[in-house]
């Protein structure tokens, strides 16, 4: 089912996720971030100085993914990946990323051990970027190499082929 989640509704998930799963009671923030492009959740940790275990600060979710273009599965699937980061940090003391522990708590949890869902959402709009900015031209008609980038290429840079000076193109 697809559905506009608010913060209220993501922070109630998390709690509820991390009641059932771990049987623990989370009181820490849950803030709903325009600026996460590449990730769709994290969360921050500190270490305590003077206890040296790590405590955890807050949980963040990118907008795009409350937005109502994502599977409620997907979400959900979401929210408990970052809560079994959590869970994995807190329990070896250390960040484990998506080491082989994180990932045997992963099958032990029955979650996906791998990134939560594709890009594409229920619209099939990608939600990263794929175009190309910029497409270059080798100058020498022979070779008529193209290269298709993201970001402007300086213009020191040769064609890879035959050393000829690049030219630019209009894309799209």
């Known amino acids: 089912m697809i559905k506009k989640y608010s913060q209220k509704e993501i922070e109630e998930k ?3 996720f991390a009641r059932e799963m771990f049987g623990w009671e989370m009181n820490k923030p849950v803030i709903i971030s325009s600026r996460m492009t590449r990730a769709w959740g994290k969360y921050y940790y500190r270490f305590n100085k003077k206890t040296n275990e790590m405590e955890l600060v807050k949980f ?15 979400i959900d ?12 940090d ?13 990932k045997d708590n992963c099958k032990r949890f029955g979650i996906k051990d791998e990134r939560c869902c594709n890009y594409e959402s ?12 910029w497409q270059y031209q080798c100058s020498n008609h022979d070779c008529d190499n193209k290269f298709k980038r993201h970001r402007r290429v300086p213009k020191t840079h040769v064609c890879a082929k035959c050393r000829s000076k690049l030219i630019e193109e209009k894309y799209k």
Do not use: M
């Open 77 to 88: 699937n979401c929210i408990k990946h970052e809560l079994l980061h959590w869970y994995t």
């Open 122 to 133: 229920v619209d099939g709009i990608r939600d990263t970027p794929n175009e190309y900015k």
């Open 90 to 102: 807190i329990t070896e003391g250390k960040p484990c990323h998506h080491n082989r522990k994180w």
């Open 14 to 16: 998390v709690k509820k």
């Open 60 to 74: 963040q979710f990118a907008t795009r993914l409350i937005s109502g273009g994502y599977q409620e599965e997907d």
